[in-house]
Structures are given as C-alpha cells and as structure tokens.
C-alpha cells in the first residue's frame, strides 16, 4: 500500500520561501512520476510541478523560476522549494504519485493529505 506524507506547509508573508517535503512509503519515487498540485478554496485542484522517473521536470507558468521539484530516491523523498511566493499560492498542497507525467490530476492515483501553505500579502 502506497503511503505519501506531506509536510513543511505554513504561513508566510509575500516574498517569504518555503519547502515542502514528501515521504513515501510502499513505493519507489524514482519508479514513476510524481508531482504536487495545489486546491486554492473554491477552485480546481491545479497541477504544479511533476518530476518523471527519469529527473524531467515540468512546471506550471504561474511558479516558473520560483519553484523547484526535487527527489531525493536514497531517501524516498520528494521535495518542493517554493521562493518569491505570492498571496495567489495559497492553498493546500497535494503530492502525488502516477504513470502519467503532466499536470493534470487525471492518471495520478496515489495522493497525500496536504499541507496548508498560507501567503498574506
């Protein structure tokens, strides 16, 4: 059974940083694709970043250039560093763990709890 545990979410000011982690469990990170999505109140779960099992990176417009998705595959961890961040960040964060890579929630079918990441402005 697939386990993924998110922490490191919080509240911060605009242009504050922040670094979200992902500890899996029942399977190997670097054996699909996995990636973080966010759910802002009201709105759509919307795809972040992915990393592919081979360390390709992909990035929604909106965080190119302040956020990074990283692996760590000794530790069967995922990471997001999010930098710059703006009062539009704000929303629960998801990590997730599929065979698809993209940005769409579709094809992901494993999913943490969240983690809360508030910007005030």
């Known amino acids: 059974q697939v386990q993924l545990v998110e922490s490191g979410g919080g509240s911060v000011q605009a242009g504050g940083s922040l670094r979200l982690t992902c500890v899996a469990s029942?399977?190997?990170?670097?054996?699909?694709?996995m990636a973080w999505f966010r759910q802002a109140p009201g709105k759509e779960r919307e795809g972040v970043a992915a990393i592919s099992s081979s360390g390709t990176t992909l990035y929604a417009d909106s965080v190119k250039g302040r956020f990074t998705i990283s692996q760590d595959n000794a530790k069967n961890t995922l990471y997001l560093e999010m930098n710059s961040l703006k009062p539009e960040d704000t929303g629960m964060y998801y990590c997730a763990g599929g065979t698809i890579f993209w940005l769409q929630p579709l094809g992901y079918n494993d999913w943490g709890q969240g983690t809360q990441v508030t910007v005030s402005s």
């Open positions: 029942g399977h190997l990170v670097v054996s699909y694709s």
